[in-house]
């Protein structure tokens, strides 16, 4: 299974690029070999399940090792919460790219479709098994920025300005994440998840960290689409096409937004009662606003949008509820 890591990356990445080229020559090629790599990579994430009293995975891009016991080289990681996030992602991916056959052809460059489909994927699969802050952000780029272009696939007024929106709303984002990860860097000396860990062990939340924590969370939350950062997601799902709709509520806000905070506060930081209260707030606005605002569409994707920013609420609230458990005594580690 270890040897089998970087496919999940790999597989989707080389098959974006290898799609406009081949589906110049070969009609049909882009619609069946997307969905025929999103079910290989379906079908790898659920045997990995049988490997689940042998986590973590940890596989080491280019085989370095740490020196002085710093990691300096790329790590990919796999375990139990990953392995959950990579099957929700290739399943669903799978089921968008065959609904995608019948559905896109109403579209011209449909080579094009399929290859940022697959760039999306590899992105939202790279942030899951990312062992370190760099590559993760490097992944997210990679997903949303091809999930930008798959919203103005139709190049209507409509989908341009909801790609325009959802572009800047992601930029912000994006600088907020960057500047949390520069500022742990500053801290810490090191980018790897575990090294900030063993770093962090001990340190009490300061101001600078916790400038630090409210920078990610903001960064994170807009990525997730969380009240009150939710305004790109209802024009964003009802501007793409349907199976790029049910990638964004599916596993979009989930892999590169909530994953991403339950993976970096739950294994880096020490948690307080702050923090748990802020993402408990957070996620309590998101499930009563969120189904409020639902109420007054009429548009059927604008109604499921805003019902995805409720249920969105509803993971947030646990996550917070989680924390409070573990600042009262529970085990902070996620396994």
Known sequence: MKALIPIFVMLPLASAFLIPLVASHIKGFDRYFTSLIMLVLAILSISAFSYSSDFPFVYKIGGWEPINGIPIGIYFVVDGLSVLMLG????????????????????????YYYALFCLMVAGMNGVVISGD??????????????????????????????????????????????????????????????????????????????????????????????????????????????????????????????????????????????????????????MIIGVFLAIGQWDFKRLLAYHSISQMGYVVLGLGLGMLIIVQGGDRKIA
């Open 88 to 111: 929700i992602i290739t399943v669903i991916g799978f089921l968008a790219a065959f609904y995608s056959i019948s559905y896109i052809s109403q579209f011209t460059g449909e080579k």
């Open 133 to 286: 802050l760099f590559n993760m952000f490097v992944f997210l780029e990679i997903s949303v920025i091809a999930s930008y272009a798959l919203v103005a696939f139709g190049i209507e007024k409509e989908e341009l300005e909801a790609s325009f929106k959802y572009q800047v709303l992601g930029g912000l984002a994006s600088l907020l994440i960057v500047l949390g990860i520069a500022m742990l860097y500053w801290q810490t000396k090191t980018l790897n998840l575990a090294d900030i860990s063993k770093v962090l062990t001990g340190v009490n939340n300061n101001a600078y960290l916790w400038f630090t924590q409210l920078l990610l969370v903001s960064g994170f939350g807009l990525k997730a689409a969380m009240i009150p950062f939710h305004a790109w997601l209802p024009d964003a799902h009802s501007s793409a096409p349907a199976p790029i709709s049910a990638m964004l509520s599916g596993v979009l806000i989930k892999a590169i937004g909530i994953y991403s905070i339950m993976r970096l506060f739950f294994n880096m930081f020490a948690l307080s009662e702050l923090l748990a209260w802020l993402v408990i707030v957070l996620g309590a606005l998101s």
